[in-house]
Nanobody, 128 residues
Framework: QLQLVESGGGLVQPGGSLRLSCTAS????????ISWFRQAPGKEREGVSC?????????HSADSVKGRFTISRDITKNTVYLQMNSLKPEDSAVYYC????????????????????WGQGTQVTVSS
């Protein structure tokens, strides 16, 4: 059973940066496409960024975070990162990582229904 664990959330001022991590024990994460989602109070969970697995490492991000957020994968650490720069108050949310069995594709999708494995989430608050 794949269990995902997120970390790295916290309180940051507008314009600041945070790096979120998503890891799993005993399972090779490179066998999975990994996505980051976020959910703010009273809002739907929305896709942020995704990265393909099986050595492909192609990425896709939502328009709202392009140029500010970067998703990456460190095979040696079995970890997927979300580097978040130029943070805005509207980025405040609980951030979740999710996994889907990789299909040897150069495409990944930030659609909730594709992902069967989810972490518990980490809170990101952007405020002065």
């Amino acid at each position: 059973q794949l269990q995902l664990v997120e970390s790295g959330g916290g309180l940051v001022q507008p314009g600041g940066s945070l790096r979120l991590s998503c890891t799993a024990s005993g399972v090779n994460l490179d066998r999975y496409d990994i996505s980051w989602f976020r959910q703010a109070p009273g809002k739907e969970r929305e896709g942020v960024s995704c990265i393909t697995g099986r050595g492909s490492r192609m990425t896709h991000s939502a328009d709202s975070v392009k140029g500010r957020f970067t998703i990456s994968r460190d095979i040696t650490k079995n970890t997927v990162y979300l580097q978040m720069n130029s943070l805005k108050p509207e980025d405040s949310a609980v951030y979740y990582c999710a996994a889907d069995w990789a299909q040897f594709s150069d495409l990944c999708y930030i659609q909730r229904e594709r992902y069967g494995y989810w972490g518990q989430g980490t809170q990101v608050t952007v405020s002065s």
